[in-house]
């Protein structure tokens, strides 16, 4: 069977990768790698309450097929959002309705990318969406993450010398994935100028926007595009529920035709139910507000905590990051290889994500993402404290 696996395949996602993930549910395990939601946010007594609802009065419409861009009540809803938050006119038409929005790299890669293509990357970036781009055999020019964002000289010189083989840029500027960095107002204006400048796409992936923990989040990018390059990824999993697996794309009316009729040829089109599940809750914006604002509330504090771990534990044996909205904090450990910490991390009772996989070339082996997003207090403290003592040991 090996012999008959395509190359691509062998690009695809790292098996310490696949261990985290089995990690993370297994008894006796902290976990600080899981980029999961809390459960205990999920609203399941208001889903339980719509699904009868919807059943009861739509059960037929609802569990039929349905156009592969999505419902239109979901798209009319995310268009008017959208359209209010960005001060910018969007329509229904400009959005397209995805399985979660891991489909939604999956089609841009498959409507974009060529072998040996090149995608600008952040440095470092999420690794999933890596190995949705490996599958296309593509190349990668990274652009260094700074505190304020991306390095603008070293994204202008990547623009200039390769024009013809970028396909696209791909970017978290906000609270990323996995650093938790996000970029500076400045960093945004300067990005969207280079970009129409040289004429270059970009995609905005923006799954935690609305978790921000004080003040609001800098401008999305494309709310600054006036050239429509700007390509903007949305979900529900993480102001919602997951498992209900409902992201969407914004973009130009003629790549969201585009990328139908791609999406067509996956899946026919995303779980109708779940859509129609997800736009009677959203519809009550006040009600999704509040929903939302009790998610911040609560990441803030749990980020706060692992703050104070890390200072408590951890001061003058690593680096870390200081977030303002997201689930991660990401660690430099210098002279620690974490290949090495983490496997004594997983005999000791504990996970967390090596950084390697995140980098596109050229990987850096003493970095670590953390997750505060489903530990109580105690376990975080308790996973930290492990991590000390383990690094202490490697030192």
């Known amino acids: 069977m090996n012999t008959k696996f395509a190359q691509r395949v062998k690009k695809l996602i790292d098996p310490t990768l696949e261990n985290s993930f089995k990690l993370a549910s297994k008894p006796g395990i902290i976990s600080l790698a899981n980029g999961m939601p809390d459960p205990e946010l999920f609203p399941i007594e208001e889903i339980n309450l719509a699904v ?15 156009q592969t861009a999505g419902i239109l009540e979901l798209r009319k809803t995310i268009a008017q959002y959208y359209s209010n938050k960005w001060n910018k006119n969007i329509s229904f038409d400009e959005v397209l309705i995805t399985t979660g929005s891991q ?39 990274t652009i260094q993450l700074k505190e304020d964002g991306v390095d603008i000289k070293q994204l202008e010189n990547h623009l200039i010398k390769n024009k013809e083989k970028i396909k696209f840029i791909y970017v978290i500027p906000t609270f990323q994935n996995p650093s938790g960095n996000c970029w500076s107002e400045d960093v945004r204006k300067k990005v969207i100028k280079l970009i129409a400048k040289y004429n270059c796409l970009l995609i905005e992936d923006d799954p935690y926007c609305e978790l921000y923990f004080n003040n609001q989040s800098p401008h999305s990018l494309i709310s600054l595009d006036r050239q429509g390059l700007v390509v903007y990824l949305g979900t529900f999993s993480k ?36 859509q129609y599940l997800i736009h009677e809750f ?11 604002n009790k998610i911040r509330l609560h990441y803030k504090e749990k980020c706060q905590y692992m703050l104070k771990c890390l200072n408590k534990y951890l001061q003058n044996k690593a680096i870390w990051t200081n977030p303002q909205g997201g689930v991660f904090i990401w660690l430099t450990i210098p002279g620690v290889d974490c290949r090495e910490l983490y496997k004594n991390a997983i005999a000791h009772g504990l996970a967390f994500m090596p950084g390697y996989p995140f980098y596109a ?35």
């Open 52 to 66: 009868k609802k919807l059943l009861k009065n739509d059960g037929k419409k609802i569990l039929q097929y349905g």
């Open 103 to 141: 489909q939604a790299l999956d089609l841009l890669g498959k409507t974009f990318l060529e072998k040996d293509d090149y995608v600008i990357t952040e440095n470092p970036t999420y690794f999933v969406a890596l190995s949705t781009f490996n599958g296309y055999e593509v190349q990668y020019k």
């Open 239 to 274: 102001t919602f529920c997951p498992g209900l697996r409902i992201g969407y794309i914004i973009g130009q009316k003629e790549l969201i035709k585009k990328l139908s009729l791609v999406k067509q040829g996956m899946d026919l089109h995303s779980p109708t139910l779940s």
């Open 282 to 292: 959203v519809k009550d914006e006040p009600k999704f507000n509040m929903h939302i």
């Open 361 to 395: 070339n050229q990987p850096k082996f003493d970095t670590i993402r953390l997750s505060f997003a489903t530990l109580s207090n105690k376990e975080i403290e308790k996973g930290i404290k492990i991590l000390r003592d383990l690094i202490y040991n490697l030192l």
